[in-house]
C-alpha cells in the first residue's frame, strides 16, 4: 500500500503539469500520483501519458470527459490507493525538500499507529512578479509534530485559513465522510477542505513550506475579473456549504468557531465580488444572497451580518461601497492573495 495518493486534476494543463507532477515524484516509491485528464483539448493526455510510462510504479493515469474540478478530485479519490490524500493542482508544484520531511512524518505516524486524520504544512503564496512571497503559517496555533486535536489551543486569526494547499487527509475517513464534490463547480476546493473537519480526531501540524499556490495567470479561478464572472458558482458553493454546517453536529467549541469565521468569509468574498462587479443586478444579487441567509438560519444571519466584515461589506449607499472596495483593495496588498 502507497504512503501517500496525490490527486493532479488536469485541464488543458500542457504548460505546467509536468513540472508539477516532476516535483511530486521526487517523493519515491511511497508516493501514488494520480493524473485525472478532465478533458482537456491540448497535449495534456500525452503529457500523461509520457509521465505515466516514465515513472509507471507512480504515476497513475486516468482519462474522463469533462466534470469540472469536483469531479477530477472525486475520480483521484475513487483511485487513490495510499493512506493519506491529497490534492495538487497542476500549475502548483511542491517544495521537494519540504516534500520528503512531510513523508517522513506520515511513515512515523502509521509505523507507530498514531490514527492521524490530518496533516498540515505551511503553503507559499507564489504570485507572479513579487519578490517576497507570503507563507501561510499555522505555528502560533499547533505546536509543531505533535498530536492534537480541536479542544487544545486552536484559535485562528481572521486571516489563517486551513486551504486545499495545506492539508492532507486520511484517505478512508474522506470515503467515511461521504465526502463528494460537485462536478462543473468552481470553488469546490473550499468543500474539500471544510466538509471533513468535524470528522478530525487527530491532527498534527509540520512547520514546512511545502505547496507552492502559484497566482498570476490571467484565466486562473482566483483573478479578480475571473472570480466576478463566476460569481454565480462562488455563491452556490457558499450556500452548499452553510448548508452542510447547519445539518452538522460540531462538538468542540473551537471548531465551531472556526467554521463559522470561514463561513462568515465565503459570505463576504462573495459580497465584495458582487460590489466590485458594479452592476445593478449584481448589488440586487447580494441583497437576496443575505436574505436566503436570513431565511435560512437568522440566529447564523444575525452573526455574520454584525460581524465586522459583515457590517464592512453591507455600508450602506455608493459611498459605503466605495469603502468597501477600499478596505478590500488594502487587505489584497497586504495579503496577496489572488
Not at 56 to 78: D, R
Not at 107 to 133: I, P
Amino acid at each position: 500500500m502507497k504512503l501517500l495518493s496525490i490527486a493532479v486534476p488536469c485541464y488543458n494543463s500542457q504548460d505546467y503539469m509536468e513540472h508539477c507532477v516532476e516535483t511530486l515524484v521526487s517523493g519515491g516509491e511511497e508516493v501514488e500520483v494520480i493524473i485525472i485528464n478532465d478533458g482537456s483539448q491540448d497535449e495534456t493526455h500525452n503529457i500523461a501519458r509520457m509521465l505515466s510510462e516514465k515513472y509507471p510504479s507512480i504515476v497513475k493515469y486516468v482519462n474522463q470527459e469533462n466534470k469540472g474540478h469536483g469531479g477530477a478530485v472525486n475520480t483521484g479519490l475513487e483511485h487513490a490507493q495510499g493512506i493519506f490524500f491529497k490534492v495538487v493542482d497542476s500549475d502548483d508544484w511542491v517544495d521537494e525538500e519540504a516534500f520528503r520531511k512531510v513523508l517522513n512524518t506520515l511513515r512515523y505516524m502509521v509505523e507507530n499507529k498514531k490514527e492521524l486524520d490530518m496533516l498540515l504544512a505551511n503553503f507559499v503564496y507564489d504570485k507572479l512578479g513579487v519578490r517576497r512571497k507570503k507563507v501561510m503559517k499555522y505555528k502560533n496555533i499547533f505546536r509543531t509534530k505533535r498530536i492534537t486535536h480541536w479542544d487544545g489551543h486552536v484559535h485562528f486569526r481572521l486571516t489563517q485559513y486551513i486551504l486545499m494547499h495545506s492539508v492532507i487527509y486520511r484517505t478512508q475517513m474522506l470515503k467515511d465522510c461521504g465526502l463528494r464534490l460537485p462536478e462543473h463547480t468552481f470553488y469546490v476546493d473550499n468543500i474539500f477542505v471544510f466538509h471533513p473537519l468535524p470528522y478530525v480526531k487527530k491532527l498534527c501540524y509540520i512547520d514546512v513550506n511545502l505547496y507552492h499556490y502559484f497566482i498570476g495567470r490571467e484565466d486562473q479561478s482566483v483573478n479578480e475579473k475571473v472570480m466576478i464572472s463566476r460569481i454565480d458558482q462562488h455563491i452556490r458553493v457558499a450556500k452548499l456549504m452553510i448548508e452542510d454546517y447547519l445539518g452538522m453536529e460540531v462538538k468542540s467549541e473551537n471548531l465551531n468557531h472556526y467554521m463559522l469565521q470561514y463561513l462568515n468569509m465565503m459570505m463576504c468574498i462573495g459580497s465584495i465580488m458582487l460590489i466590485l462587479s458594479g452592476k445593478e443586478e449584481d448589488l440586487e444579487k447580494k441583497k437576496e444572497f443575505w436574505l436566503w441567509l436570513k431565511e435560512k438560519d437568522e440566529g447564523l444571519y444575525k452573526r455574520f451580518r454584525y460581524s465586522l466584515l459583515g457590517i464592512w461589506m453591507n455600508l450602506p449607499g455608493k459611498a459605503g461601497r466605495k469603502l468597501s472596495i477600499f478596505g478590500y483593495h488594502m487587505a489584497n496588498k497586504i495579503f496577496g492573495f489572488n
